[in-house]
């Protein structure tokens, strides 16, 4: 099956870097005003999901172009995305890329993260991603792939974290704990094309930001 994105109506901070995440043969959904991204980006989503508040005008547009759309009442229990990645997990979707889901508001973007501890996704390669940083949760083995120099932080996500392993690292950790309450997973390098990280128990939340964007890595340390 096909690669699925998703646009959120979160922040997309260079349209050039989210541009090397679409694949000619992935499926385009848009959840609501993440319309505009995917159009920003000579997209025409294959489905639209969401209260259509913010793509009002541009619905008949879209129509007549082939999308498909799916309207929800705005007072709902749901926000677009959710939604629309229930959508992509009802149609089998096994890969989805969810972009513009980072910045901007943060309760948003925290509710966004809470997202990929959604029990529907365990088996599924999903992830956070605008080009610039990627975000996904590792529940016992993980790649990343990327430049030496990019940075790679790996959080407690929703408790300790025990028997964290990684390679590729520059400064490695050996079968050791993560707790929630510490910063010690903050702002790690890559020092090769991967990185690899393993987990016994626990579940990490993985940020990759990549050095070859054009936004400049903070040294280690000085994040607030």
């Known amino acids: 099956m096909s690669r699925c994105l998703i646009f959120a109506n979160g922040h997309l901070p260079d349209l050039q870097e989210a541009h090397r995440l679409v694949g000619s043969e992935d499926v385009v959904i848009a959840a609501n005003g993440g319309t505009r991204h995917a159009l920003a980006l000579g997209l025409i989503p294959s489905v639209i999901i969401g209260d259509l508040d913010s793509i009002a005008d541009e619905l008949q547009t879209l129509q007549a172009g082939g999308a498909q759309v799916f309207q929800h009442p705005r007072d709902k229990n749901e926000t677009d995305l959710e939604l629309a990645l229930t959508y992509a997990l009802e149609q089998g979707q096994t890969e989805i890329v969810i972009l513009g889901a980072l910045g901007g508001r943060l309760d948003q973007t925290l509710g966004n993260l809470a997202l990929l501890a959604d029990p529907r996704l365990s088996g599924r390669e999903v992830r956070l991603d605008d080009g610039v940083e990627e975000v996904f949760l590792c529940r016992a083995h993980a ?8 940075l790679v932080s790996l959080i407690p996500w929703g408790g300790e974290v025990h028997g964290v392993r990684t390679e590729g690292l520059r400064w490695p950790l050996f079968d050791e704990p993560l707790f929630a309450h510490k910063t010690r ?38 994040q607030p």
């Open 143 to 150: 790649r990343v792939q990327g430049r030496s120099g990019d």
């Open 185 to 222: 997973g903050l702002s790690n390098e890559m020092t090769a094309e991967q990185a690899l990280i393993w987990v016994r128990s626990g579940t990490l939340l993985v940020v990759h930001r990549r050095s070859s964007s054009a936004f400049e890595n903070p040294p280690k340390g000085e």
